[in-house]
């Protein structure tokens, strides 16, 4: 019996919200793990165990994806694109405000941007730009 067969056995017993519940509480319990050992102070075995937890995540979607249960349907794809435009929203809008309040308090001799806010003003620029490579490829793509 080949390896997919018993895959698709094993994964027929439930339904497939079962799957996706258990796909996003592993994902999300792997942030949870790392902020909860940074704030005990251990982050360095935080990170791990999130980059652990998250692996784990990563071959299970990949084996559910595989299989022929259906996780993903119309909703959970409308609800993904709602949740990933308030996200970006948030930091997109929140970022703007507070990167441009930085350089002008900047400019104005008030305040002096440390490497560190400099170097996550650089990250959230790449990120917008990513946004906007991505946004302009997927609108002319046809």
């Not at 439930?14 to 790392?34: C, F, K, P």
């Not at 998250?54 to 959970?76: I, N, Q």
């Amino acid at each position: 019996m080949m390896v997919t067969e018993r895959i698709d056995r094993l994964m027929q017993r439930y339904r497939g919200e079962s799957y996706g519940r258990l796909l996003v509480g592993i994902y999300l319990s792997a942030a949870v793990v790392w902020m909860a050992a940074t704030a005990l102070g251990y982050p360095r075995e935080g990170f791990l165990a999130f980059v652990a937890i998250f692996v784990l995540g990563l071959v299970a979607d990949f084996v559910v994806r595989r299989s022929s249960v259906t996780v993903y349907d119309e909703r959970y794809y409308e609800l993904e694109k709602r949740a990933s435009s308030t996200a970006f929203n948030i930091f997109g809008g929140g970022g703007f405000i507070v990167f441009i309040t930085l350089i002008a308090a900047e400019f104005a001799g008030v305040y002096e941007m440390g490497e560190r806010v400099e170097t996550l003003f650089l990250a959230w620029a790449a990120f917008v730009l990513t946004w906007g490579v991505a946004y302009t490829y997927h609108k002319y793509r046809a």
